[in-house]
């Protein structure tokens, strides 16, 4: 199939930038994951545009981009809801559609969440680095340039031709997360949960967070309850691997959830975000409140098979 230019920049927005599922396996060089930090909306999208779930896609932040198509193309546009346009007309999201040539998507405000995402039939034609196209921002490589989009880049695909087949599908807004400002993330224990005492776990799970706008896409900073280790616990350990979700300690007490861009850690992790309520750290706003909702490894796990269950399901309706 022929690489065509497809989209234009015409202004990039609070923070636009190329993501797709992540790099894995790179952690022992401090290559970080990077990635969409709501894989679920990411992969809908894809699946939506007839992509695979993998592909690259646009994230954006709080205020979107504008965006002009440069060649008719099919886009679904899943996540948080920025209030997308069409040449000055709202349009539906969780469904893919026609643009056609010289047509405009623009953003109006943000509804809720934080973050959407773009998908248009054919992904996104930028170089893989260590096998993906996600944008490392801390860094500088990956997606376009290693940065953020700006005001005048052109983003090339391959050409598909809009395929009347994936045209006006539906993702059925029974699965479709419901963002709002006070979140209920579920969590399970450790690894060095025992370096805290009970009262600190206690006021953990009971205690009411907001997110920080000291936050980025390393990890989201909470405000709230300083959570206190045990007197003979140091401030900090030995530097090890994390993983996102992971929920670090540093001195002052507040809990820092960690995200894609962070591979190290030097604090005590009191819990971790199970992989099913992942995708919903990439909605929490600034300002936004938070708890915390210890559960056990048997219920993260049926959590994550009914996420994965419902992604099945849509892929396997669509091949009917």
Known sequence: MAVLDRLK???????TSIQDLGRYGYGRYGVAPSGALDS?????????????EDQACLEAMLMGPRIKFLTESVVAITGGNLSPHRNRQPIEMWQSQVFKKDDVLSFKAAVSG????????GGLGVPAVMGSRSTNLTSGFGGCGGRALTAGDIIHSESTGADSAVVNRKFNPEWRP??????SLRVIWGPQDQDFPEKSRDLFVNGAYHMSPQSD????????PAIERKP????SIISEGVVSGS???PGDGKPIIILGETVTGGYRKIATVISADLPLLGQIKPGDRIQFKAVSWKAAHRALQFMEDTIRNFRKNLDS
Do not use: C, H, M
């Open 9 to 15: 920049i015409l202004t990039p927005g609070a923070l």
């Open 40 to 52: 679920y909306s990411l992969r809908i999208a894809n699946l939506l545009v007839g992509n695979r």
């Open 114 to 121: 934080f973050r959407a995402y773009i998908a248009i039939d």
């Open 178 to 183: 419901l963002y709002g400002k006070k979140w």
């Open 217 to 224: 896409r390393t990890g989201i900073r909470l405000e709230g």
């Open 232 to 235: 003979e616990a140091d401030e």
């Open 247 to 249: 929920i670090q300690i």
